[in-house]
């Protein structure tokens, strides 16, 4: 049974341009969540998705971010136009239920804006 | 609005001595806590978990107290050895599966 998989592992983008983000759950997983870790902080949360249906996502800035779970098929994280600012690391966790204490963590997707 | 708070960003302790690992919290609709342990260029990793309804959670060398009057929680690591040199974090919900993370401790074990 593998873990939660995201890729890329690392991802560089110019300022202006799109992110992708995919994490593809643990089989039998059917609850996304993303998190954010910019540097020298803690995870901080996105949004939090079943399939097909974004149930939380607080967490998600305004403007220029999105996410899905489509029904086949990874989590996409987007992220389009991206600034300097949004250069971090980009955890995605996944579990069989509504609650956290099953999550487990992808190795994440450091992206880096230059 | 910092809900989870981990005041020491690092700790150093001996090989064989015990590490204390302590986090705060002000929501107190949590009522779940967890701790992780992450490695560089790694996500992270669960450890221990306390229920709200317990005041202490034993796993082999690991071990977690819940003050819930004073909204604070304890990672106790006996014997700590090198492999345990890592970042911490404590992390609490309120059971809707969304997970609030302090901003880690740093630990070092030193032969």
């Known amino acids: 049974n593998a873990g939660v998989m995201q890729n890329p592992r690392h991802l560089v983008r110019r300022r202006g341009q799109e992110a992708r983000l995919r994490c593809s759950p643990m089989?039998?997983?059917?609850?996304v969540y993303w998190y954010r870790q910019l540097p020298e902080e803690g995870l901080k949360f996105m949004v939090y998705l079943q399939k097909e249906n974004i149930i939380d996502e607080s967490g998600m800035p305004k403007e220029r971010f999105s996410a899905e779970f489509p029904k086949e098929g990874p989590s996409i994280l987007r992220i389009q136009q991206v600034v300097r600012g949004d250069s971090a690391a980009y955890f995605c966790?996944?579990?069989?239920?509504?609650?956290?204490?099953?999550?487990?963590f992808g190795q994440g997707t450091r992206l880096t804006v230059v | 609005d910092q809900q989870v708070k981990q005041n020491s960003p690092s700790l150093s302790v001996q090989e064989g001595r015990i590490s204390i690992l302590n986090c705060d919290y002000t929501?107190?609709?949590?009522?779940?806590f967890l701790w992780y342990k992450k490695y560089p260029a790694e996500g992270p990793t669960f450890l221990i978990s306390?229920?709200?309804?317990?005041d202490k959670n034993e796993d082999g060398r690991f071990t977690v107290f819940l003050n819930k009057s004073a909204k604070h929680l304890s990672l106790h690591i006996v014997p700590s050895q090198p492999g345990d040199s890592a970042v911490y974090f404590c992390?609490?919900?309120?059971?809707?599966?969304?997970?609030?993370f302090g901003a880690g401790t740093q630990v070092v074990v030193t032969p």
């Open positions: 929501n107190s609709m949590f009522d779940y």
């Open positions: 089989k039998g997983h059917s609850h």
């Open positions: 992390a609490a919900t309120d059971s809707w599966g969304k997970l609030q």
């Open positions: 966790a996944s579990s069989p239920q509504r609650t956290a204490a099953e999550a487990f």
């Open positions: 306390i229920s709200s309804i317990k």
